[in-house]
């Protein structure tokens, strides 16, 4: 490899020999051949080993292609500013031509102008978003797969407190009603037996006279010796 070769176009020329033999290993497989596996292994372990020369050397043109794609963007940012400053220019002009400032001949030759410049930076603009693309691509290939970072273990839930059984209250026992006995029949109230009838006094016996009651004025003495003579 020729050392006036700009580090850009040995890159390129890295890349096609990765994508030959990227083609060769894949076609080796499946090539319809009678060769022992001893020799599709040796023929498949010289394409591999060339294959990882390819990468190894890629990667020391990392910076150059790193600087490559900053310019690119660089300039792409650049006539992306000057697009937009024409069209400034050429929306006033058009203003000024509405108000009568600019006849059309001005009119024209500004549009026209302007319209030219667009066309350009727009072609421009194509080229270096192409090429911008291409090394993001070239980076890509050099920096190799990246690894699929393993997924964050999910934290398991912190185990929730059991909340302590409470016993089911027992079954208050059943009541057992005692049936309260009657009251007892008071035995009925004997009815009045009927007074026995007064003996009749024998006859001739002497019948009872009550007593007159004495005078209020009667001496004591007197009520007595009557009282004997009774």
């Known amino acids: ?18 994508s030959q033999y990227e083609q060769w290993l894949a076609k080796l497989d499946g090539a319809g051949s009678r060769a022992p596996e001893s020799v599709r292994g040796k023929v ?3 394409y591999e080993s060339r294959l990882a020369g390819v990468m190894a050397e890629l990667r020391t043109h990392a910076a150059a292609v790193a600087a490559a794609l900053a310019g690119h963007r660089g300039t792409l ?54 090429e911008i693309a291409r090394l993001v691509e070239v980076e890509g290939v050099i920096a190799g ?9 999910t934290p398991e839930p912190e185990p929730v407190a059991a909340e302590p059984e409470v016993p089911e209250p027992a079954p208050a026992p059943a009541t057992r009603v005692v049936p309260f006995p009657a009251p007892a029949a008071e035995p009925p109230a004997p009815e009045p037996s009927a007074a ?35």
């Open 1 to 18: 490899m020729a050392d006036t070769e700009s580090p850009l176009a040995q890159v390129d020329q890295l890349l096609q020999q990765r």
């Open 44 to 46: 498949r372990a010289d």
């Open 77 to 130: 940012s650049a006539l992306q500013a000057r697009r937009a400053e024409i069209e400034e220019r050429l929306a006033e002009a058009e203003l000024r031509h509405a108000v009568g400032e600019f006849t059309d001949d001005e009119w024209g030759a500004v549009s026209q102008e302007a319209e030219s410049a667009l066309a350009e930076i727009a072609r421009q603009a194509a080229g270096e978003e192409a």
């Open 145 to 153: 797969p990246q690894p699929v970072p393993a997924p964050a273990p």
């Open 196 to 230: 026995p009838p007064m003996p009749e006094p024998p006859v001739g016996a002497p019948r009872f006279t009550p007593k007159a009651p004495m005078p209020a004025g009667r001496p004591a003495a007197t009520r007595g010796a009557v009282d004997e003579l009774d």
